[in-house]
């Protein structure tokens, strides 16, 4: 049964679309194979003779929010939002241990290492990187923190946590031996996106539900669900 985009809308205005991107789904076709969002884009038009493009990436594994550009105008205005750093991004993530302290910041310079499969590792060659973090709950060795990234480098949440010893839970490239835990999926979620594209008016902004494979482990970290 082919992906309906349709119900996993949560933003939508004249420019721009923002959808709770799932799991598994690549947002370009590539060299890995497997499915990708961009051939169901055409369900996302609502009338517009184009369908609307991608404004920025999230990982294959990664869920949550994605922000979609309905015309080249709105692309032109979005992609600098995010090539500014003005694009507020917040994530959520479930890790096997936690970090010392309530909150901090990881200052760590990330350099692409393997190519094919744009692994990134830390290199005082690479560029600069930034990434805030707030534990927000704990049970037992899974930690879930929220994380702010300062900067937008590939994978950049992954290996700036794994550095630290508390890879993210399920994570295939930099948390090896951690999917056995609890999930064998990568846990993390973009939960929500704040994009101030019109002048004088608030930022438009959406805020995507966990996906099902992290709701067991941020339950047990004291997420509370509201029925």
């Avoid at 721009?16 to 799932?22: F, Q, R, S, V």
Wanted: glycine residues 12%; aromatic residues 4%; proline residues 7%.
């Amino acid at each position: 049964m082919e992906l309906d985009l349709t119900v996993r809308l949560l933003f939508r205005d004249a420019m721009a679309l923002i959808i709770d991107k799932p799991a598994g789904f690549s947002v370009h076709e590539g060299g890995q194979g497997g499915a990708s969002l961009r051939p169901l884009l055409g369900q996302l038009q609502f009338g517009l003779p184009r369908s609307p493009e991608l404004a920025h990436r999230l990982d294959r594994d990664t869920s949550g929010c994605l922000v979609l550009g309905r015309h080249k105008r709105a692309l032109a205005q979005l992609g600098a939002l995010f090539a500014e750093g003005r694009a507020d991004k917040i994530y959520w993530a479930l890790t096997v241990g936690a970090p010392e302290g309530d909150q901090g910041v990881i200052d760590k310079p990330l350099l692409k290492t393997d190519h094919k499969r744009g692994r990134m590792a830390i290199d005082k060659r690479g560029q600069p990187s930034q990434t805030a973090w707030r534990r927000l709950g704990r049970c037992g060795r899974i930690a879930w923190l929220e994380l702010k990234p300062l900067t937008g480098r590939t994978h950049q949440l992954r290996v700036h946590l794994a550095s630290i010893g508390c890879p993210i839970l399920g994570d295939p490239l930099y948390g090896v031996g951690t999917a056995d835990l609890l999930a064998d999926q990568l846990c993390l979620h973009a939960r929500r996106i704040g994009l101030p594209l019109y002048p004088n008016k608030p930022p438009i902004t959406a805020t995507a539900p966990p996906p099902a494979h992290m709701i067991e482990g941020l339950i047990g970290c004291g997420l509370i669900i509201e029925r």
